[in-house]
């Protein structure tokens, strides 16, 4: 009997869909990673190519890929089958995931570390004087310049006489504790000290998380994502709340809402704004992809990617005044303008959150709360990009599936993201973390890029046209209106020539990563990140090219033909050339041996006309050849004509 098809699993209800896809794509990058690239790129600024890049390059691949998911309902290995060739592209999008929730995790775990932190009777950030800070602490309240330099003396041991403290070099409790104490921040890459255990469970309690929630596959993660990505939104707004009463907060905000133009002529504010669109929507790494393979086939998909990108950015931009609007508490806390009020980076929202938190009422509660959210926007988008990478493998190879094997597969990849995720929990692994979270920009780009020419212009815009109004139903005006008006233009033309214009501009105007804590190597380190993630499409492309045939013909074509031999016959005396001398016209440069080619033959390809020496019937063509003087470099000058018997 023949094999019957496996049925795939699918969504409870299309609301789980959308609720995956909200929390995959509002996740720590609104609250973590948009806030920072916000502050290094000149606030306001880098809200105009933000918004540029959602319209022109987010919303279109967006939809490209979850309609290329739901239409073949395989996985992003699977799915390759539009293509084999870009096969590649898969894997390329695998490597990136895997790179992505293994280093993504990492700021989960610090989030927990942070969670059980602030179950104390006394919040840790909220003081100095402690055994991790310097003389150069201060809590909002505190005088910078008039402080007794034997302070602390008695219960740390801190000296400070001769100390200078200014507005300058000023640092907050909040975030001393983080760098001297949950860090244990050293000075560089090149020195990655000791493995921090506190954080490496916690980041082993945060894998655990993953490994639970995925264990059943997608129909567990649907029913999760309802709680993950739902319950961070009532705690943002009451930090917004808090955030817009604190004394300065208008200062944050102004700097937030005002655009510094001259940031815009700098590619890397490009190139930041193009790579936050695309990790925060999810795109570039087949999540999308797999997600959407689960969704019914007749599904709206050109509706849903309209409203999940909008839902996404508007949650960055209102987290946005929320982190703004405590940056200018602390500025005018320290005596200094919004931009040097604290270092840019990873740990920016592990700095000025707590600094917030710390002035509510009864903070503890509201740490425990905001941690607890920050746990729910990583697991929102962890999750899924867990479940990303397993899919793709599960689809591609059914020795990992049933269900005590799909068990075991699981458990381990887990428990392998762990392990691989243990440099990023050393004492200096805080500088491999910012490092691939700069490198890994310039991937999703040229993965969005490759999208588009193996699906749109390879696959063909015409079949792809079809496969949408399939699904979609080509009798709405409305739906054919949004596709041809908008999605039609932006995947032809716009988006992949705005992501080549992007990708053209950073390299042209590219700086290497420099300053304190990373030396030259790493800008080597970055770039072999960037090559292990890339390697995939080229290599692919070749081998299967010349596993299907292309090697052999590839020889072929960089064989002689058949007319190669010296002009006489005296000269060929190499057994390659003595093939059948019955047929060998010293007097002819043409076909060899008495072959004749016909008109219609192309160039290279043999006739296979039979010798006249072989047959009993005539050939059905003879070359005639007008006999002429040779020049000087011993080529022919007469001229030959075919003529039919």
Not at 117 to 134: F, K
Not at 313 to 327: E, V
Not at 374 to 402: F, H, N, V, W
Not at 469 to 495: K, P
Request: net charge negative; charged share 15%; with cysteine.
């Amino acid at each position: 009997m023949p094999e019957e098809p496996e049925i795939r699993a699918s969504w409870g209800r299309h609301l789980e869909f959308i609720v995956t896809c909200i929390g995959f794509a509002v996740g720590l990058g609104n609250v973590w990673r948009f806030p920072y690239l916000c502050f290094r790129n000149g606030g306001g600024a880098f809200l105009i190519p933000y918004i540029i890049c959602l319209v022109l390059m987010g919303i279109p691949l967006f939809c490209l890929e979850i309609t290329f998911g739901q239409f073949a309902s395989l996985g992003p290995l699977s799915i390759w089958s539009v293509n084999p060739l870009f096969k590649g592209l898969g894997y390329t999008m695998m490597a990136l995931v895997a790179i992505l929730t293994i280093y993504y995790n990492v700021v989960v775990a610090q989030a927990v570390y942070f969670f059980f932190a602030s179950m104390q009777s006394t919040l840790p950030w909220t003081q100095c004087g402690e055994d991790w800070n310097t003389c150069y602490c201060r809590t909002g309240d505190e005088n910078t310049t008039d402080l007794d330099p034997l302070r602390w003396f008695n219960s740390s041991g801190l000296n400070c006489t001769g100390i200078v403290v200014n507005g300058s070099n000023i640092k907050s409790a909040s975030e001393e504790y983080y760098n001297h104490y949950v860090l244990e921040k050293t000075s560089g890459i090149d020195e990655p000290g000791s493995l921090k255990w506190d954080l490496t469970l916690c980041n082993l309690a945060a894998w655990t998380i993953i490994c639970i929630s995925l264990i059943k596959g997608v129909s567990s993660l649907g029913k999760t994502q309802y709680f993950f990505a739902l319950f961070p939104y009532v705690i943002l707004t009451i930090l917004l709340v808090r955030g817009v009463t604190l004394d300065g907060a208008s200062d944050g905000i102004h700097f937030y809402i005002t655009p510094e133009t001259s940031k815009l002529t700098k590619s890397s504010v490009w190139l930041d704004a193009a790579s936050q669109i695309f990790f925060s929507l999810s795109t570039s790494t087949g999540s999308l992809t797999a997600m959407s393979s689960y969704s019914k086939f007749k599904n709206n998909s050109l509706r849903d990617s309209i409203i999940i990108p909008i839902i996404n950015c508007c949650t960055s931009f209102y987290a946005g005044f929320a982190i703004f609007s405590i940056l200018g508490y602390m500025a005018k806390a320290k005596g200094v303008a919004v931009p040097d009020v604290t270092q840019s980076g990873t740990g920016l929202v592990f700095v000025a959150y707590p600094e917030a938190l710390a002035k509510m009422p009864v903070p503890q509660l509201w740490s425990i709360l905001f941690f607890f959210m920050m746990i729910c926007l990583g697991m929102g988008t962890q999750i899924p990009s867990a479940e990303t990478l397993l899919t793709a493998l599960q689809d591609e190879y059914k020795c990992l599936r049933g269900k005590w094997r799909s068990i075991i597969f699981r458990v381990s990849m887990c428990f392998l993201g762990f392990l691989l995720g243990l440099p990023q929990t050393t004492q200096g692994g805080t500088y491999l973390l910012d490092l691939l979270d700069i490198f890994v920009g310039f991937p999703l780009l040229l993965v969005g890029l490759f999208e588009f020419i193996a699906i749109v212009w390879v696959y063909g815009f015409g079949r792809i046209t079809e496969d949408v109004m399939v699904m979609m139903g080509g009798d709405s005006f409305i739906t054919r209106l949004l596709y041809y008006c908008y999605f039609s233009w932006t995947w032809l033309i716009v988006a992949p020539g705005f992501i080549l214009a992007i990708i053209v501009f950073d390299s042209i105007n590219y700086e290497p990563v420099t300053g304190p804590g990373y030396p030259e190597w790493s800008e080597t380190l970055g770039w072999l990140t960037v090559a292990f993630i890339m390697m995939w499409i080229p290599v692919w492309y070749i081998g299967a090219y010349c596993y299907k045939g292309g090697f052999k013909l590839l020889v072929d074509l960089n064989q002689p033909l058949p007319q190669w031999h010296p002009a006489k016959k005296e000269h060929c005396t190499l057994p390659r050339y003595q093939r059948d001398p019955n047929f060998f016209d010293p007097n002819a440069i043409g076909p060899p041996y008495g072959e004749v080619i016909p008109d219609d033959v192309p160039l290279g390809i043999s006739s296979n006309v039979s010798p006249p020496s072989q047959s009993s019937e005539p050939p059905p063509y003879e070359v005639v050849y007008n006999k002429g003087a040779y020049d000087n470099q011993g080529y022919d000058k007469g001229e030959s004509e075919m003529t039919k018997l």
